[in-house]
């Protein structure tokens, strides 16, 4: 220890340490300060404790959910809100367009021509003009909501990025500028290591445009949903769900008919017909759901691993304002540090492992089988 303080740059050192000092004041700062705003002033300390961790609770859901404004902060001593609207676009027998500001958080009804809209868990219902909920009316809800304005954002920072990139290499000929030359590794990446392995060097390029888009999209989504401003794009099982439509749609419409004849028929002409009927009642099922399972499988995967960081990090986040002291919420600080480290390897893994299986199930339906010259 002496020989490394000895090597060690003084001025470096002593950033160090006043950065850790800094740090450390801050996070008892922060920690020491309730979440919950005390109303009433005979509270025993077991009642704030579980106030703050219902809060916790509160937030945690409402960072994971997707809602029709952007939310960043309520001050707690008066109660206002902070963020931006969004447009809410209903189809209730006419179209009803206004600004999801009207709704005041939930706190408010809205009337749109000669009908009248509640907010309640995040949901549009119609109401009467006393607040009550009709139940035989179901507005079709089309808003344009945090999660499909973010979609929005990222699909034209991707054309724009990919956009860029083609122009500098139609400009400089094989030489990117630019955010081209941060793009370009990645690109052959997906082409070398992901499609041409996967897929081989005979159809990898009628998928590469699929790949890419999947791989960039579901990066940056995943690294959106870090951002204090709290867009959980994956976290929508909805959005996942169209992501593995997708490949299993192109799966199916590009697959080469020796695809279709292996899941038919699986064992070629290895036996009589007579003896493979018996099999083929239990085989043939099986291999048609699994094409069912495995895009399901990446929705899942997505949908599971994304939610589940999001929710231990922002619990890790909460514990420091439950120990309400400066060693169990530093301790928590320095886990939840490390686990925004994990989860930044986490955005990048997630969009190799689906944009990987996308290409393994896209080479499946374009393999030349073994048997193919049996069948």
């Known amino acids: 220890m002496h020989r490394f303080l000895k090597t060690m740059n003084l001025e470096m050192a002593k950033k160090l340490v006043i950065s850790v000092l800094i740090v450390l004041v801050a996070n008892f700062l922060w920690a020491s300060?309730?979440?919950?705003?005390?109303?009433?002033s005979t509270y025993t300390a077991e009642e704030k404790a579980d106030q703050?961790?219902?809060?916790?609770?509160?937030?945690?859901?409402?960072?994971?959910?997707?809602?029709h404004d952007f939310h960043l902060f309520t001050d707690e001593t008066t109660g206002k809100h902070y963020g931006f609207p969004l447009p809410v676009i209903l189809w209730d027998e006419e179209l009803h367009v206004f600004m999801s500001s009207e709704f005041h958080h939930g706190e408010s009804i809205v009337q749109s021509k000669d009908k009248y809209y509640e907010l309640h868990h995040g949901k549009i219902h119609r109401t009467d003009e006393s607040g009550n909920i009709i139940e035989s009316a179901h507005p079709i809800d089309f808003s344009i909501t945090k999660n499909v304005?973010?979609?929005?954002?990222?699909?034209?920072?991707?054309?724009?990025?990919?956009?860029?990139?083609n122009k500098s290499y139609k400009k400089r000929g094989h030489l990117p500028s630019g955010i081209g030359r941060f793009i370009e590794p990645i690109i052959l990446y997906v082409r070398d290591d992901i499609a041409i392995p996967n897929i081989g060097k005979k159809h990898y390029r009628k998928y590469m445009g699929f790949l890419l888009t999947v791989f960039f999209f579901v990066w940056l989504v995943n690294l959106f949903g870090l951002t204090p401003i709290g867009v959980n794009i994956t976290n929508n099982i909805a959005v996942t769900f169209c992501l593995a439509l997708l490949t299993y749609l192109i799966t199916i419409f590009t697959a080469k008919k020796t695809y279709w004849l292996h899941l038919i028929d699986p064992l070629g002409n290895t036996m009589p017909w007579i003896a493979k009927i018996p099999l083929y009642i239990l085989?043939?099922?099986?291999?048609?759901?699994?094409?069912?399972?495995?895009?399901?499988?990446?929705?899942?995967?997505?949908?599971?691993?994304?939610?589940?960081?999001?929710?231990?990090?922002?619990?890790?986040?909460?514990?420091?304002?439950?120990?309400n002291n400066w060693i169990g919420s530093s301790l928590s600080f320095l886990l939840a540090f490390t686990l925004g480290?994990?989860?930044?390897?986490?955005?990048a893994l997630q969009a190799y492992i689906f944009t990987m299986l996308s290409a393994v199930y896209f080479g499946s339906a374009v393999a030349e089988h073994e048997h193919d010259e049996e069948h």
């Open 341 to 347: 480290i994990l989860e930044l390897l986490v955005a």
């Open 52 to 67: 703050k961790k219902s809060k916790i609770k509160e937030d945690i859901k409402h960072h994971l959910q997707d809602s």
């Open 33 to 40: 300060a309730s979440p919950v705003k005390d109303t009433v």
């Open 283 to 323: 085989l043939v099922p099986i291999e048609l759901l699994g094409t069912i399972i495995k895009p399901f499988s990446l929705m899942i995967r997505l949908y599971a691993n994304i939610t589940a960081g999001h929710i231990v990090l922002m619990s890790l986040i909460g514990m420091m304002f439950v120990f």
């Open 149 to 165: 304005f973010m979609i929005m954002v990222i699909s034209l920072m991707l054309f724009i990025m990919l956009f860029r990139t």
